[in-house]
């Protein structure tokens, strides 16, 4: 499985990004998707998380509210949009697939396949 994240870039603080993760899975409508981060000198950060058929999301308490995901099985996508971005936010963004079909995880440890992650820069 490949994962292709994009949609990073350098934006003032209250300003909105669109990240795009493609996956490869040929059984990507199984598994539960999600969105981390990793800041410089931080261990990577559990950011959001869709089920498989999008009836359930999470996020973490940081981004509630401000973020969103989702996902289109049709075409093997998951979202992720931020808006009301601070320097806080500022981190390599990763897409991953949870390891195990149709299972909510939030650990990193539950993830197995991984995207390359996309810069977000935040500017105040």
């Known amino acids: 499985v490949q994962l292709q994240a994009s949609g990073g870039g350098l934006v003032q603080a209250g300003d909105s990004l669109r990240l795009s993760c493609a996956s490869s899975?040929?059984?990507?409508?199984?598994?539960?998707m999600a969105w981390f981060r990793q800041a410089p000198g931080k261990e990577r950060e559990f950011v959001a998380l869709?089920?498989?058929?999008?009836?359930?999301?999470y996020y973490a308490d940081s981004v509630k509210g401000r973020f969103a995901i989702t996902r289109d099985n049709s075409e093997n996508k998951v979202y992720l949009q931020l808006n009301s971005l601070t320097p806080e936010d500022t981190a390599v963004y990763y897409c991953?697939?949870?390891?195990?079909?149709?299972?909510?995880?939030?650990?990193?440890?539950?993830?197995?396949?991984w995207g390359q992650g996309t810069l977000v820069t935040v500017s105040s």
């Open positions: 869709v089920s498989w058929t999008s009836s359930s999301t």
């Open positions: 991953a697939q949870a390891s195990s079909p149709q299972t909510i995880a939030i650990g990193v440890s539950q993830y197995n396949y």
């Open positions: 899975a040929h059984t990507f409508e199984q598994y539960t």
